[in-house]
Nanobody, 122 residues
């Protein structure tokens, strides 16, 4: 299987930036669609950004214009650059990998990282 490890979370003030990274191992990275999910305490897990194996990107409306997803197949990594952070962005962020060509929901993703905490203060 694929193992995913996230890093880069932390505590920032509203308006600040963070860059999350996810390193994958175990399979050929370029064959998977990749996504970033987030989950706040007591809330459901939500897809915030995804990038297909083709490079086509998706963003949830709540983060569009503020977050940027990218991938580096040579390094088996996917990143999420988060700018203009808001308190409502506070959550555990999870990296996920999908065999589906066009992943869009959590059920489409086959492998998950353990998560990294992002906290945005008011």
């Amino acid at each position: 299987q694929v193992q995913l490890v996230e890093s880069g979370g932390g505590l920032v003030q509203a308006g600040g930036s963070l860059r999350l990274s996810c390193v994958a191992s175990g399979r050929t990275f370029s064959t998977y669609g990749m996504g970033w999910f987030r989950q706040a305490p007591g809330k459901e897990r939500v897809l915030v950004a995804a990038i297909r194996r083709s490079g086509i990107k998706y963003y949830a409306d709540s983060v569009k214009g503020r977050f940027t997803i990218s991938r580096d197949n040579a390094k088996n990594t996917v990143t999420l650059q988060m700018n203009s952070l808001k308190p409502e962005d506070t959550a555990v962020y999870y990296c996920a990998a999908a065999r589906a060509v066009v992943p869009s929901i959590a059920a489409d993703f086959d492998f998950w990282g353990q998560g990294t905490q992002v906290t945005v203060s008011s």
